[in-house]
């Protein structure tokens, strides 16, 4: 049987300020780590792995919970593992979590690369936006899928200086938290069988596609709009 490898990168924001979406954020994380699990018993075709990381601010921003780990070897995280910590240190996390990732992937493996954040970067030390942006735009070239996940906030004009086009904007409270991991998990689903879909057809296209939340089936929380 012929298989695809998808590694799915996960960065998740540990700044003080998530403090208000904690439990959410926690529970949708473990939401979709089953998720992915589940993709992977519905397509064996499929290899799935998964890097998981929080980060924060300091000389221990980022926190590796997951390196490219086989899907059925993650178990669901706890508090310990997903500490609060400082300030919004997401260029470097970015930066740091995406180069140790290109180190493990190979030419025709799929990447799916989600950024999950309250607030904006304040403290990176090594990556500026514009490193980012470049590494961005060659990757996504070369087939990787990002998305940028951010809460309050214009995500469009926020993503779009990093190189990200799908985006999701979300509200910085409980339920409007559910609802965008709700989505996610969803978007993610049709992902995994766009790729199924696409080991059929050798001339498809690895070049991402900026639809990744084209889903109407339920609205999202909070529509995207630039902050007054």
């Not at 590694?7 to 208000?20: E, K, P, Q, R, T």
């Not at 706890?78 to 140790?100: F, H």
């Not at 180190?103 to 799916?112: A, E, F, M, S, Y």
Request: charged share 20%.
């Amino acid at each position: 049987m012929e298989t695809q490898k998808i590694y799915n990168l996960v960065i998740l924001d540990a700044s003080g300020s998530m403090g208000s979406i904690y439990t959410q954020a926690l529970s949708g994380v473990n939401e979709t780590l089953a998720t992915i699990r589940m993709a992977q018993e519905e397509h064996p075709e499929l290899q799935q792995f998964v890097t998981l990381a929080s980060f924060s601010a300091g000389e221990h921003f980022l926190n590796r919970i997951y390196s490219a780990k086989p899907i059925a070897e993650a178990r669901n995280i706890t508090k310990e593992d997903y500490p609060l910590l400082g300030c919004t240190a997401l260029y470097d996390a970015m930066g740091t979590c995406i180069s140790e990732l290109q180190q493990k992937v190979t030419h025709g493996d799929r990447v799916l690369v989600t950024i999950i954040t309250d607030g904006y970067e304040n403290a990176s030390c090594t990556w500026s936006g514009h490193q980012i942006k470049s590494l961005v735009q060659e990757l996504r070239q070369m087939g990787w899928t990002f998305t940028y996940i951010g809460a309050d906030q214009d995500v469009e004009k926020v993503a779009g200086e990093i190189g990200v086009q799908n985006t999701l904007r979300f509200s910085a409270n409980a339920e409007d938290t559910e609802v965008m991991f709700k989505k996610e998990r969803r978007s993610r689903s049709k992902f995994y069988d766009m790729v199924c879909y696409n080991m059929a057809s050798p001339c498809a296209s690895m070049v991402e596609t900026d639809d990744y939340f084209a889903d109407d089936d339920e609205p999202v929380a909070t529509p995207h709009a630039p902050e007054p």
